[in-house]
């Protein structure tokens, strides 16, 4: 693993900031959304959604979903929420894809739903279920969970996706139904973790951008979901091609579980938050690139909470997580 690059936590979100658990984000207007892995009551227990009108202080919103979809709920038997979502916007509409799954199995689909605006209060606001995107299987070496779009620099339009098995997935999409353009096409891998024969590769979240003629990988490796005792760790990869490979800043390839550090945890003794991951990317009007993700607080029982911070670009060409308020 590559040396890891510098890291500071962002001024800590206020307000309804638990639990929040594969957050991503984006801006519409004035005011900043993530969505999240359904957790909590009623229609925030399908998928989460909270705003903000200064990246600090927090609320809840209506939620895209009240139930799951039918056809997904078909697709996965024993799925009660929706997890790790996807927000961009594309062609005149905000696609969010998200993931249907079940803990520890392949079984699992994503899915694609649109809307006008991300406003409930707006005219023309009302998420459309486009169906499933793709799915995976008992059998299959891929888990299609986790899913990230990208549009890259001639283009074309992608979906990263992958969480264990053997490892993170890119397929390229059809720009007019965001789905793939070639269906039952077999994935490009993106990136792995090679361990013994029936071992778990630990590895999932990915998240891809562009900057500066080079497009970014983000992962996630290690243990989630395990409170305070989570393992989770954030590393990323550059490439000159959307396909990779992906390699960190010491030239290890993110297909053999390489990469550089982004975000870590404190030391054990002095860390509040643990097991930093699920990051996501978004780029403001003033050309800001944030960073979104979700770490447990030991001080609250090792709930998920959602932390922000914001990637600096050094001399050098590779990139620091800053906190909010600090000089690069």
């Known amino acids: 693993m590559a040396a890891g690059a510098a890291f500071a936590q962002a001024d800590a979100p206020q307000g309804e900031v638990r639990p929040v658990h594969d957050p991503v984000l984006i801006r519409e207007g004035r005011v900043w959304h993530v969505y999240s892995t359904g957790i909590g009551k009623e229609g925030q227990g399908i998928l989460s959604a909270r705003a903000s009108d200064d990246l600090i202080r927090w609320r809840t919103v209506a939620p895209p979903f009240a139930a799951l979809p039918d056809w997904a709920a078909k697709a996965v038997p024993g799925a009660r929420n929706l997890w790790a979502p996807d927000i961009s916007f594309v062609g005149g509409r905000y696609r969010l894809y998200y993931s249907v799954s079940t803990f520890g199995s392949n079984r699992s689909a994503i899915g694609l739903a649109t809307s006008a605006t ?7 606001y009302g998420w459309r279920d486009e169906g499933m995107v793709l799915a995976s299987k008992p059998g299959d070496d891929f888990n299609a969970i986790d899913p990230a779009f990208v549009a890259d620099r001639d283009g074309r339009h992608w979906l990263a996706f992958g969480s264990f098995w053997s490892g993170l997935k890119l397929v390229e999409l059809d720009p007019r139904t965001g ?3 070639r269906p039952g096409e077999k994935p490009l891998p993106l990136a792995s973790r090679p361990v013994p024969q029936g071992a778990p590769s630990i590895i999932e979240a990915p998240y891809l951008f562009e900057r500066g003629g080079w497009y970014w990988l ?4 290690d243990y989630c979901c395990k409170g305070a005792a989570s393992t989770y760790y954030t590393v990323i990869g550059r490439s000159k091609t959307i396909t990779g490979p992906y390699l960190g800043k010491d030239g290890s390839s993110m297909l ?11 030391l054990e003794e002095k860390g509040r938050f643990r097991g930093p991951g699920h990051a996501g990317h978004f780029r403001g009007r003033d050309g800001v690139d944030h960073l979104v993700f979700h770490a447990y607080d030991k001080e609250n029982g090792g709930a998920p909470t ?9 001399a050098d060409g590779w990139l620091r997580a800053v906190q909010q308020g600090e000089k690069p």
């Open 306 to 314: 959602l932390r922000l911070a914001t990637l600096d670009w050094g």
């Open 179 to 181: 789905k793939p353009r």
């Open 256 to 266: 053999a579980g390489g990469g550089t550090v982004l975000l870590r945890a404190d």
């Open 118 to 124: 991300l406003d409930p209060a707006a005219p023309g």
């Open 218 to 221: 983000i992962a996630s490796y």
